[in-house]
């Protein structure tokens, strides 16, 4: 107590601060709900520290899907090179269906997104295990 028979309780506040990162898979998980999606967070995060910096550039952090040159990269690079996919229809099929997840006149198909939903939609969970 102090001369005026008062009680201070001094509480030690911290300020948390979230990381870049942690910021972009948190707003990932929010366009998520937005979309009407349940995702697996531990999941989610693994393909965003999958994709690097890339996450943080505003440009190739979407995915163009009226860009054929994209979608061939997104199948090339990520689900053939990266997932270990044979090449063949059922890879453009599930792109396509992707897209239409997002709806076609989405402009904002979140990379991080985007291969979320393929990743589970082929089944290759177990790639980022």
């Known amino acids: 107590m102090n001369t005026f028979g008062h009680k201070f309780i001094f509480i030690n506040f911290k300020f948390i601060h979230m990381s870049q990162f942690e910021e972009k898979v ?16 531990d999941l ?11 996450i943080y550039n505003a440009d190739s952090s979407l995915v163009s899907s009226s860009d054929q040159a994209e979608l061939d990269r997104v199948k090339q690079n990520f689900l053939i090179g990266k997932l270990g996919c044979a090449d063949n229809e059922s890879l ?21 997104l985007f291969y979320y939903q393929l990743v589970v939609k082929l089944g290759k969970e177990s790639v980022y295990n």
């Open 92 to 112: 453009d099929q599930a792109i396509d269906e992707v897209v239409q997840a997002f709806g076609s006149s989405n402009r904002n198909k979140h990379r991080i």
């Open 44 to 54: 989610l995060t693994k393909i965003a520290k999958g994709l690097g910096p890339s």
């Open 26 to 41: 948190s707003e990932m998980l929010s366009e998520a709900t937005k979309l009407g999606w349940t995702v697996n967070e």
